[in-house]
Structure formats: structure tokens, C-alpha cells
């Protein structure tokens, strides 16, 4: 089983080792690693897959304020963890060009979490529970679009898996909060479908990360070398 934690390490630790040097453009230099999907099967390192029936966002949120998940050398930790995941309760856009809960939330003038829940409760078997960040008409003519593009959840054998793809992903510096994030929104699925569902209630399975650009900044090189050693 995997956790958060040890796949934030696995996948810095990848990038120093393989990655590619490459420029984004004239301003960012980076080590590049393309197409990388990990099964992120026991995000909050519970053990045992039991345990998830029991634990609700409420709990991850507490963990998290109380420094359960810190790291050592890890450049985001509880107080800053915990505002990046209790944001996923806030749809406004907050100043920013965009941000994920806006997108998911409230762009579009659509809830597309509720979408998502709305097709598992009509078929617990459904493909079609996805959410997408990426708007077309305003994204065509902007810099900076979202990273994470595509949200899915998927129930089976009575296990709910959200799943990602990142067109790209500052793994040193985003990763770690972006996996916390998007396994409370998982997390958050689970419960609210098994309000309304009858019957069998569902389980939560983990994080499915699909990456097609991972990289670390050259700027963070130095940090994330020190990631890896103060965690062996």
C-alpha cells in the first residue's frame, strides 16, 4: 500500500535521479519526467483498508491542523497543509485566475461535484462521474491555466477511487498539497454519496495520479535533495 507521504518521496526522489533537464520557458528551468501514474492506495497511512469507513474529512482536516502528516524538510506542513484542504470548501475564485474548488465548484454555473455524485447514486457502476478544470472560451488567451485537468470517481466492488491527470505538476513544491486536496475531495465523495445511497455503503480506495509533465524546479533542486535525505 501506498501513502501520500511515501509517494511525495518516491517521486522527488525519481525526478533527481531520471529527470530530464528541460525549459519551460526562458524563466524556468527544470528536471522533467513525462508520464508518470501512481496508485496512491492508502493516502492518509491508515494500514488497513477498514479503517476508511470511519474516517471522514472532518478527522483528515483535524490530522492535518495537528501536524500528523508533517515532514521533515517538506516545504508545506499543517497551518498551510490545512488551509489548501479546507479551500475545498470555499467555490469562490478568491482574487485568483482560477482555483480548483472554483472550477469544480462553481464555474460553468455548475457543481460538478454533485454531477459526479448525482451519476454514482443513479448507477454505482457509471463512467460518467467526472469534473474538468480546462474552460476553452476564457483559458484560450491566459498564461496560466489550471495544472489539474480531469477529476473522475469510480465506484467498484464497493470502492470509491477518484482519479486525476495533471498536464503538469510541480512535484517538489505542489504535490504533496495537491494529493492532500484531491483525497479529501475523495474522501468528501464517499461520505456524501453514502448519505443518500440505500443499501451496501461504498469505501474509500485512494488516488489514482495520472502525471504527463512532473518536474522540480531548479530553484528548488537544493530543497528537494534535502527532502530526500532527511527522510531516509
Known amino acids: 500500500m501506498l501513502t501520500i507521504n511515501e509517494c511525495y518521496l518516491e517521486f522527488v526522489d525519481k525526478i533527481l535521479k531520471e529527470g530530464k533537464e528541460t525549459y519551460k520557458d526562458s524563466n524556468h528551468h527544470l528536471l522533467e519526467s513525462l508520464g508518470n501514474f501512481y496508485i496512491i492506495d492508502d493516502p492518509f497511512n491508515l494500514k488497513f483498508r477498514a479503517k476508511y469507513q470511519h474516517y471522514t474529512p472532518e478527522m483528515l482536516l483535524s490530522d492535518i491542523k495537528n501536524g500528523k502528516f508533517d515532514m521533515e524538510a517538506n516545504p508545506i506542513k499543517s497551518d498551510a497543509l490545512y488551509e489548501y484542504v479546507k479551500s475545498a470548501e470555499n467555490p469562490d475564485d478568491q482574487g485568483f485566475v482560477y482555483t480548483y474548488p472554483n472550477r469544480i465548484y462553481a464555474h460553468f454555473d455548475i457543481d460538478q461535484f454533485n454531477t459526479m455524485k448525482q451519476r454514482i447514486l443513479t448507477a454505482t457502476g457509471s463512467n460518467r462521474a467526472v469534473a474538468v478544470t480546462i474552460d476553452p472560451e476564457i483559458d484560450a488567451d491566459r498564461e496560466d491555466i489550471p495544472c489539474l485537468q480531469f477529476l473522475q470517481c469510480i465506484v467498484r466492488d464497493?470502492?470509491?477511487?477518484?482519479?486525476?491527470?495533471?498536464?503538469?505538476?510541480?512535484?517538489?513544491?505542489?504535490?504533496?498539497?495537491?494529493?492532500?486536496?484531491?483525497?479529501?475531495?475523495?474522501?468528501?465523495?464517499k461520505e456524501e454519496v453514502n448519505k443518500e445511497l440505500l443499501g451496501t455503503k461504498i469505501n474509500f480506495g485512494g488516488v489514482h495520479y495520472h502525471s504527463t509533465s512532473g518536474h522540480i524546479y531548479n530553484t528548488d533542486l537544493k530543497a528537494a535533495r534535502n527532502l530526500i535525505k532527511s527522510n531516509k
Open 158 to 189: 464497493n470502492e470509491l477511487t477518484i482519479h486525476c491527470i495533471f498536464r503538469s505538476n510541480d512535484i517538489f513544491g505542489a504535490f504533496y498539497s495537491n494529493m492532500f486536496f484531491i483525497a479529501y475531495l475523495g474522501l468528501k465523495m
